[in-house]
């Protein structure tokens, strides 16, 4: 009796969901929301001009209507750091907006069913966040140095103004993504920008000393990430004596200080990154 033999395939596994590598992922997302924004020129433009009349006329006029009010840093100077710490707020803001309306009417909802983590889409966001407002506050200070600003710029110096600068960014960054996530509509996201953005630069030495404030003012302003970063960057173009930083540590050595303030930003600037990936994910799911 002739049998029969059943010819039968190999079992095949389906291979394992692709993942597109990492670094891939990331410049992916960061080059789409480079893109999108560049398309939007007043993103680029509108959070640049409280700061840069700040560095033009305010700084100018109020120091030659107090006579400088600090004898050790020249005001134009003092003022158009300070300026700094609106532009990236601002900027953070928007970049934050845009990612609300991206939500509702772009392209999110596809990003994520592609094979990539929820996480790559808020660092591929801030990426583009970070050079944007890298670019702002460069304009910023410029503007301030073409105004007559004095500015007193080592290796060394350049080195704890852009720690502090890009800390404080992502910081931001992820509290603009944190807010963004949580509410639902446009208007809610734009009535939060005073508190986000500049409520806290009135408290945080960016138009005068910390230590001009009341006592209870002064506490608080020491809590703001703001006023460490903006001692920070003080320190490293304009107050390399460290007076801004002796008013938030009361120390004797201003390089001990600045490690302490630094770590103080990078602290708000990992806890806000990984608050802000967290609820983007539950959003995401909601």
Partial sequence: MATTATATAPLTLAPP????????????????????????????????????????ILAPALKKATGGLHSHIDYTSFVGVGAVGLVIPLSCVFAGLSVLVDRHSGAQRELLA????????????MLVAIVLSALQALVVVGLSALRGGSFHITGAGVAWFLAAALLFTVFMYG????VASRVHKEEDYVGATPVLA?????FAGALFPISAMP?????IAKLLPLTHALALMRYGFVDPSGRGLHDIWGMGNATTEAWLSLGVVALFAAALVTISVRVFARSAVA
């Fill in 17 to 56: 969901e692709t993942r597109v590598r990492p670094a891939s992922a990331l410049l992916t997302l960061a080059r789409r929301r480079a893109m999108l924004t560049s398309r939007t020129p007043r993103q680029i433009a509108v959070p640049l001009l409280g700061p840069a009349l700040l560095a033009l």
């Fill in 175 to 178: 509290l603009a993504e944190t």
């Fill in 114 to 125: 592609a094979p990539v983590g929820r996480a790559y889409l808020v660092l591929g966001n």
């Fill in 198 to 202: 500049i409520l806290p630069f009135f």
């Fill in 215 to 219: 006592a209870a003012l002064t506490t």
